[in-house]
């Protein structure tokens, strides 16, 4: 998995890409806990551009979710097609977003 950035005074959006499954999941993990590092209040994720997920990248999520709001950071997921991978996966996982995060709009 892959995860880039761009970044304005009070927003944070994170692109992830790629795969993020057990294989990689050590990287991704250490790409996210990097990111503590900017001081943007509000994160974005946009997850539209990944394409293999596993119950790995749910407990990564939760995991960066429950730090952040340790920090005070407010997170946001951006609203995905109900038949995207991500969504369709989490699912058939018992995991829905709009029960653990905000899910929104395009803002940046």
């Not at 991704?28 to 293999?52: E, H, I, Q, W």
């Not at 699912?91 to 029960?99: I, Q, R, S, V, W």
């Amino acid at each position: 998995m892959k995860v880039s950035f761009t970044e304005t005074g009070t927003e944070l959006k994170l692109i992830f890409q790629g795969e993020c499954t057990v294989e990689g999941a050590e990287a991704a993990r250490s790409d996210l806990m990097g990111l503590f590092a900017l001081n943007a209040p509000l994160l974005v994720l946009d997850l539209s551009l990944l394409t293999k997920v596993d119950v790995t990248f749910f407990q990564l999520l939760l995991a960066f979710r429950r730090s952040l709001l340790d920090q005070g950071k407010e997170l946001l997921v951006l609203k995905l097609p109900a038949d995207h991978r991500v969504i369709t996966t989490g699912e058939l996982l018992g995991f829905y977003f709009d029960h653990y995060f905000p899910v929104g709009e395009e803002s940046l």
